[in-house]
């Protein structure tokens, strides 16, 4: 086979494929063979079948796959050889002409590649980036404590209604007619889950400010909600079609008011976030709370390093040029449900990316970053428990976050995002030992800040 590639602009291949005869006849040889021991014609006997209807019936397709599949190794197998740093998959030229696959050949495939630009990054201790060390102070302490003790709340029974204190009301609601009456027929709920102070306009709020338990108030749902039937559905249990033209006002006598109280912070909210006896007093519950934020606020900042250092080695990199026409091709090729107007709209976004992609990727061969499957498993453990402590489970045993984590990875969908993130993540480390830290110490509410600068 003869293989040329014409590289004329550095980004845009032409690579020309000869096949020759010897170059596929003893595969095809093979494989007819194989149809024709499998074949089941009429009139012969199984694996009987005259090798020359075998091949009028089989042998150009036969052919062309074979074709296909050596076009692709040998494809791959120059690119890999010549070191040809590829974007996406060949094309089919527009140079292209068609070719007599029923004869012997020689067969030219001509294919357009897309080819990386040229480029080197390198960074040392000459190169500065900022690094963001979040301090954990006594007030993030404070917040989370409060969150902790909010999760393990509960509800108790009170009297009187107090919108300050967000309390939910239950009652019976009854539909009433155009003299304050209970309309016969009318829509009934009983066991209304009410809470006030999530009411849209004000005189309606209103009339629920000191109600006590057994108090009967009268209000307008629709009044009340006025931009959402989806609301007034949910309270009267009805769809909502079926609210759209409701004007009536409604009784709602009260049978119960809740109020939330939080927990007290004590060796039962300890054992609740932490597990029995690991955390003993209020002062090693508030070590504990901050050793915790610091994790998370390291994360963040290791997160903004990064994306900082992409910032800087952007920058320090310059203008690429891409070949972006074949990389259309490419996207649109590769979006086959998509219209035109999605590669338009995502183009820019794409090329974006995909520079930092080649950037990342001399970084991670410059700092000799591997990574290994107990890693990826790591740090599909570690997104379990940080998914388990959104609901403030803080001591999800180690069995389970390994089940979870296994499960995690039989996601096709997000084995790459969790490899990506072990990548970064070890990147990272690698990378804050290499260029020369510019360290700011700041509180959570100046990093935030920061980073929408």
Known sequence: MK????????????????????????????KLKEYRKKANVPGFRPGMVPMGLIKRQYGTAVKVDIINQILGQEIYKYVNDNKIKMLGEPMPSEKQVPQDLEGDGPFEFIFDIAVAPDFTITLSDKDKVTYYDIKADDQLVDSQIDMLASRSGHYEKVEDYDESQRDMLKGDLRQLDADGNTLEGGITVADAVLMPQYIKVEDQKKLFDGAHLGDIITFNPKKAYPESDAEVAALLKLKKEEVADLTSDFSYQITEISRFVKSEINQALFDQVYGEGVVNSEEEFRSKVRENIKGQLQAEADFQFLTDVRKYTEEKVGELTFPEELLKRVMKNNNKDKDEKFVDEHFDASIKELKWHLIKEQLVAATEVKIDDEEVKATA??????????????????????????????????????????IDRKLTVALKNVVKLDVKEVTLEEFRKAGKE
Do not use: H, W
């Open 3 to 30: 293989i040329s590639f014409d590289n004329a602009d550095k980004v845009n291949g032409l690579m020309t494929l000869t096949v020759e005869a010897e170059d596929y006849k003893e595969k095809v040889e093979k």
């Open 381 to 422: 453990k570690e997104l379990a428990r940080a998914q388990f402590a959104q609901y403030g489970m803080n001591d999800v045993p180690d069995d389970y976050l390994d089940n979870y984590a296994q499960d995690i990875l039989k996601n096709r969908e997000q084995i790459d995002g969790i490899v990506d993130r072990t």
